[in-house]
């Protein structure tokens, strides 16, 4: 909160003085245009009404100058001269007498910016809307030729210009005491004993300090905040202590700010602080050769902080809790596992003799599921892994067109069974060497060509493609199945999600396929993007670094 934008008054230069400033200016601009009415053969009675009325805003503004600082009271002076401007258009004239429109922005200046717009807006709609009742008719038949019409005309601008000219100059006087000038008549009179006094107007906790630390004035909310007593001399480092960490003191602050004719703010607490709880925010505002110090209280920041960190430890050590509860996991389902595969891997190849023919296909159910929940158990592993941030690449050298023919040649089988076709777009003349983790590539690949079965029908095309583009290695599956929707391309990649256009909806899978493939590749510093629409196949494709391997 900037303090020139506040209700900071100083007893030479507030809204209370500004506002009595006016006031008087107008009547006294009132009465000297009554006086010269009269000169000029105007009749006292006719002028009485019309000047009574001129300076009702005035004479409410002497009386509500004591509550300037209350709301209630600064709106009820903006409507008053506002409802004078509204008047004397109606009963007068629209021009000249729409000058009165600008007393309200005018008194207005004397508060808050933001009471300034919104008499401007006031006004304005005011204006309008007295502006289309006279065009409609609607006035109180006053004739113009009349004395009083007359005298109105002049007097109206006239007094609207004195009066602004007042309110800049009681603004202008305020601001030049918030400026640097003197703080308060206590301290004026007794400059080698500075003492604790008050801020008008003001319920923030806000001090004056000068350029060397030296506390001069504050608000009650501050002297009570930090236990000021009048008459003793304070220094700011005395009273707030700064956050560790942070090289400069409060008044290194002051200093800096006063310098710099910046704004700076520093994380505080209020001495003696025993339990190091740095819970204030200390903003300072240059104001010449001193500064104005706001302090403001930052104790459920600080509590929230700390809860967030707390919060922080507490996931660190529940994924890594995750990580251990995996591994083991992954050690007692996988040797169980093994062991299954293995055992119908020996019943499929007949080995110990023929099996009936319901046996024979048993065993291959159990080899498949075996082999199916043994991938579904590594993806989730894998995945667990890179959210831990404890997956590391082994990088090599390697030629990246054989780790996709190895690749396809492992998902051949379930391609013939699928009835899809396999195709290779790969250049046999050079190797693609690339400087990568080959397991990792292997499972991009892995993963890229069995989603691509998966949602390829039959009779459907897939097709490989690995190139050298520039400086990278780009890898491509592009199939010819059911395509994607806008709103599964924006989920693709997403861990734990599947889409729903598969021919073989019943499949189990854990939707970890296309996420391992996009934090792989981020791994790698890579690129992961997906080219689709429905019924006009996918384009999955992975840019890689090809490493420095890739100069030779």
Not at 159 to 168: D, E, K, L, R, W
Request: proline share 4%.
């Amino acid at each position: 909160m900037a303090l020139s934008e506040t209700d900071l008054s100083l007893r030479n230069g507030g809204p209370a003085y500004g506002l009595r400033l006016i006031s008087f200016i107008w009547i006294i601009a009132v009465i000297a245009a009554v006086i010269a009415a009269v000169m000029s053969g105007a009749s006292v009675q006719d002028l009485v009404v019309g000047a009574s009325a001129a300076t009702a805003p005035a004479i409410l503004g002497f009386i509500l100058a004591p509550y300037s600082d209350r709301e209630w009271a600064r709106v009820g002076i903006i409507f008053s001269w506002t409802a004078l401007a509204v008047t004397a258009t109606l009963a007068i004239a629209f021009l000249p007498m729409a000058f009165l429109f600008l007393c309200a922005p005018a008194a207005a200046v004397l508060f808050k910016r933001e009471m300034v717009i919104e008499a401007m807006v006031l006004s304005a709609i005011a204006a309008g809307a007295v502006w289309y009742a006279s065009r409609w008719g609607l006035n109180t038949g006053l004739d113009a030729g009349l004395p009083l019409s007359d005298w109105a005309k002049t007097a109206g601008p006239a007094a609207t210009i004195v009066f602004m000219v007042a309110s800049m100059f009681a603004v202008s006087g305020r601001s030049e005491a918030q400026s640097g000038g003197a703080v308060t008549p206590a301290l004026a009179a007794n400059d080698t004993a500075p003492a604790v006094d008050s801020f008008d107007d003001l319920a923030a906790p806000v001090l004056r300090v000068d350029e060397e630390g030296l506390i001069l004035a504050g608000t009650q909310a501050a002297a009570a905040l930090i236990q000021l007593k009048p008459g003793k001399r304070y220094d700011i480092n005395e009273v707030m202590g700064f956050a560790p960490g942070i090289q400069m003191t409060p008044r290194d602050l002051i200093s800096a700010s006063i310098i710099s004719g910046a704004v700076r703010e520093m994380h505080a607490g209020i001495l003696p602080n025993p339990d190091g709880i740095f819970d204030k925010k200390i903003s300072v505002f240059p104001r010449g050769d001193m500064a104005d110090i706001l302090i403001t209280n930052i104790a459920g920041e600080v509590s929230e902080l700390a809860a967030l960190k707390d919060m922080r430890v507490q996931a660190d050590k529940d994924a890594d809790s995750k990580t251990l509860f995996f591994a083991g996991v992954s050690h007692e389902l996988r040797t169980p596992l093994n062991a299954i595969i293995g055992f119908s891997d020996m019943m499929r190849s007949r080995l110990f003799g023929p099996l009936p023919g319901k046996y024979s296909e048993y065993a291959d159910l159990i080899h498949d599921s075996g082999q199916h929940m043994l991938d579904l158990i590594g993806d989730v592993l894998d995945m667990s892994k890179i959210e831990a941030g404890k997956y590391e690449l082994s990088y090599d050298d390697f030629d990246a067109a054989d780790v996709a023919r190895s690749g396809m040649k492992m998902i051949r089988p379930s391609a013939d069974a699928a009835e899809v076709i396999l195709d290779a777009d790969i250049d046999d003349s050079l190797p693609i060497m690339v400087r990568a983790d080959r397991r990792a590539m292997r499972q991009i690949i892995l993963n890229l060509l069995s989603n691509a079965v998966k949602f390829t029908p039959k009779g459907g095309r897939i097709t490989t493609s690995v190139a050298r583009v520039g400086s990278n290695i780009r890898i491509s599956v592009e199939d010819t199945g059911s395509g994607m929707s806008r709103e599964e391309l924006s989920i693709a990649g997403t861990a734990y999600v599947q889409g729903k256009g598969g021919k073989d909806s019943a499949a189990r899978g854990t939707g970890l396929g296309l996420s391992l493939v996009k934090s792989l590749t981020e791994l790698h510093g890579g690129q992961f993007e997906i080219d689709s629409a429905p019924g006009q196949g996918t384009t999955a494709t992975v840019t890689l670094p090809a490493g420095d391997i890739a100069a030779d």
